[in-house]
């Protein structure tokens, strides 16, 4: 059996490819590489949420799926949207890598006074820090970003520390910790997607982690029922059942949190709804800001 897996061309989406093709060729079966544009790697001038909202990483990917121009795809599961299309299911999750944000920087972190950065979770959490700092929008893949900084545009960027640690990059910084910065849904898990086929899905889920499964489907539950998508600035970690979630004003002065046991689905979806109904002005709020 030979699997087509579609990926984005970015060396991280190449890497996190290359990863599920080699296990998957250890197992015994064939795989080729196809590479996919997608909407967000087109538009890099502009915000995220400005681009079209959820899904812009995915998108391309899963048409693909539909058409049959590919048997499965593989994913940075946080830039999967919570509403899937038919015909399309996610077959496996891999084990979770860091979870965890990286701030990158070489001064200080005394002297960091603009940080770079495109998702508004980590510029409400970096405000709420009282950092003395400005935060600037910042698009591109990792080695755009880091280019950026560099140069000089940026004292500091925000990565995931699991793309760092994938692409092998020694960097200096400061890590976030998961507890104070609370992660994207599902960020350090990589999803791998097929088109709804009973024996496809079976093969590519050998690769499947049970407990990041658990942990990153809990997490999605949280997400669906706060919604908002990428206009709220919310993060929600899952750790062996142990939940924690989030809303955060953009500006920083005012969030909403639960920490509370995730044991299963039902419990995720109503420690979800809870939140919502906390943090709903803080919700509305950054979805009519974002919109202007």
Not at 101 to 110: G, I, P, S
């Amino acid at each position: 059996m030979s699997v087509r897996i579609g990926t984005r061309g970015s060396r991280l989406a190449m890497v996190q490819t290359n990863r599920v093709c080699s296990l998957l060729n250890d197992a015994g079966i064939e795989t080729e590489i196809i590479e996919i544009k997608t909407i967000g790697d087109a538009k890099t001038t502009v915000p995220m949420h400005a681009v079209g909202g959820e899904g812009i990483f995915v998108r391309a990917l899963d048409d693909a799926i539909q058409n049959g121009e590919i048997d499965a795809a593989v994913h940075s599961m946080k830039d999967i949207p919570a509403f899937r299309p038919e015909g399309v299911v996610t077959c496996a999750v891999l084990k979770r890598d860091s979870p965890a944000d990286f701030l990158v920087h070489y001064c200080d972190l005394k002297d960091v006074k603009v940080i770079g950065t495109s998702s508004t979770r980590r510029r409400a959490q970096l405000l709420r820090s009282k950092m003395d700092v400005e935060i600037k929008e910042l698009r591109g893949n990792v080695d755009t970003r880091l280019r950026k900084l560099k140069d000089g545009e940026y004292d500091a960027i925000v990565l995931a520390e699991a793309g760092i640690e994938r692409l092998g990059l020694d960097l200096p910084g400061t890590r976030l910790l998961p507890q104070w910065y609370v992660p994207s849904p599902n960020q350090g898990a990589i999803a791998v997607t097929c088109r709804d086929d009973l024996k496809l899905a079976e093969t590519l889920g050998l690769l499947n982690h049970e407990q990041t499964r658990k942990d990153v489907e809990i997490e999605r539950a949280v997400m669906e029922e706060i919604g908002g998508g990428c206009f709220t600035p919310q993060g929600v970690f899952c750790e062996n059942g142990f939940l924690i979630a989030e809303v955060v004003s953009l500006d920083g002065t005012r969030w909403e949190r639960i920490e509370d046991n995730g044991e299963d689905i039902d419990d995720a979806r109503f420690i979800g709804q809870k939140l919502r109904g906390m943090g709903y002005s803080i919700i509305e709020e950054a979805k009519a800001e974002l919109r202007l």
